[in-house]
């Protein structure tokens, strides 16, 4: 039985990957699955949460019980959490892609005769966490960020935390020996204004619960 401690607020999630696109069938994506994000959601559900759930095109389904909204790219999903202000928590748990393709074709592209290999180009996407993290209007009492990192991960996040103006960072180490990118468990460490708290490793549902608890323990104390 879970505590229904988040009724009346409401609370933003984004998850999943983004996919950029290059012409009409091709796109640029990357690993993430979705699987924290979609635990995250849920777990603020059960507490009584209203719930926004942002996700790119995830390999999970989206939980039941929140509002889904389904955006492809990372400017689609900074238009959608602009939309869904105002909230009393972020926690932005999309793998946003970095960069979008600006020379992207309205048609596909075709092979040329003479075998010469499009160029793409790249131009930086909306940091929405960093946005969201420096508004001075409407910003959520609480914001918090992840870090996937694969070196040096608590002092690559707690520079992260002040840099996106974050309360929280969720860091975790996703070198691919750890399994934890597209797996069932997490080893996180949380980065507040506190310093750094190191989790053991444990199911993604459970780093899900233990986070919304201490969401709902940050509300109250305020
Ligand atoms: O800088 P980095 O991508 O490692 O930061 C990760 C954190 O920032 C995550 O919380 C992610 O959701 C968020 N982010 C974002 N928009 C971006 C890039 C990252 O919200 N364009």
């Known amino acids: 039985l879970v505590a229904r401690r988040l009724v009346g607020r409401h609370v933003i999630v984004t998850s999943g990957p983004t996919h950029e696109p290059i012409d009409p069938v091709r796109y640029i994506a990357n690993r993430s699955s979705g699987a924290q994000g979609t635990a995250i959601a849920a777990a603020l559900r059960d507490m009584g949460a209203r719930v ?39 926690v932005m748990a999309a793998a946003v892609a970095d960069w979008h393709v600006s020379n992207a074709q309205g048609q596909k592209i075709k092979k040329d005769a003479e075998g010469h ?3 793409l180009q790249f ?11 420096h ?20 002092p690559h996040a707690t ?16 070198s691919p020996a750890t399994g934890i ?6 080893a996180v460490t949380l980065i507040s204004d506190a ?12 780093v899900a619960r233990r986070l919304a608890d ?3 323990d940050t509300l109250e104390e305020m």
């Open 117 to 119: 290999a499009p160029s």
């Open 195 to 206: 310093g750094a708290d190191a989790w053991p490793r444990m199911g993604k549902d459970q």
């Open 214 to 216: 201490r969401i709902a």
């Open 123 to 133: 131009a930086e996407n909306p940091d929405i966490l960093a946005w969201i993290g």
């Open 52 to 90: 926004s759930f942002v996700t790119g095109p995830a390999e999970v389904p989206p939980p039941e019980g929140v509002e889904v909204i389904a955006v492809q790219t990372a400017q689609e999903m900074h238009d959608a959490v602009k939309a869904a202000l105002p909230a009393d928590v972020a």
């Open 135 to 154: 508004l001075t209007q409407d910003r959520p009492a609480l914001v918090v960020g992840f870090a996937a990192e694969t070196n040096d991960v608590v």
């Open 159 to 174: 520079a992260k935390r002040l840099r996106k103006g974050a309360d929280w960072i969720v860091a975790n180490d996703v």
């Open 181 to 186: 990118m597209g797996g069932s468990e997490n």
